[in-house]
């Protein structure tokens, strides 16, 4: 969907057409921290309008989380934990960050990968479906329990 703020609409498209779906999003629960982590070599004047329009945007994701997570019927809460439930993933904050966490062979598998050729840096879905693939441990448990749930969902479908 290529962000939170599409998921809405594709959604109850979707929906509507009676094509079960099952939500997965970041609640980017770091994002302002790290955005202003990445701004401490400015100059202060700079560094503060930044940070400004930083704090801007995690007020943005906070009502935008609450929102969505009361579309999905579940508490409008602006920063929810990490949870799968049958009808949506949420990551506390973003996919890396938990996958760093709890599978950290996916994220040596992953460099190995991009290290001799085979995989592309950033966020990249043919680096991530491979590095998942070939892992030498079973994902997390909440990625597992995604998957369960997506099926669960599509059965006679």
């Not at 703020?5 to 939500?23: E, F, R, T, Y």
């Not at 592309?120 to 693939?133: G, L, Q």
């Not at 441990?137 to 597992?144: F, G, K, S």
Request: with cysteine; net charge negative; hydrophobic share 40%.
């Amino acid at each position: 969907m290529t962000g939170r703020d599409n998921i809405l609409l594709c959604h109850a498209i979707l929906s509507a057409l009676g094509v079960p779906c099952h939500v997965i999003f970041d609640g980017d629960a770091g994002m302002l921290e790290r955005k202003t982590e990445s701004v401490q070599h400015l100059e202060p004047a700079k560094r503060q309008e930044k940070v400004r329009k930083f704090e801007n945007q995690a007020r943005k994701i906070a009502d935008d989380n609450a929102s969505l997570l009361g579309y999905l019927s579940a508490a409008r809460t602006p920063w929810p934990a990490t949870e799968a439930s049958a009808t949506y993933t949420v990551f506390e904050d973003v996919l890396e960050t938990y996958l760093s966490g709890y599978w950290p062979a996916w994220g040596s598998r992953r460099q190995e990968l991009i290290d001799t050729g085979d995989g592309v840096p950033d966020k990249n879905a043919a680096t991530y479906r491979e590095a998942a693939r070939t892992a030498t441990t079973e994902p997390p448990h909440v990625l597992q329990a995604a998957l369960e749930n997506v099926r669960a969902m599509t059965r006679g479908f």
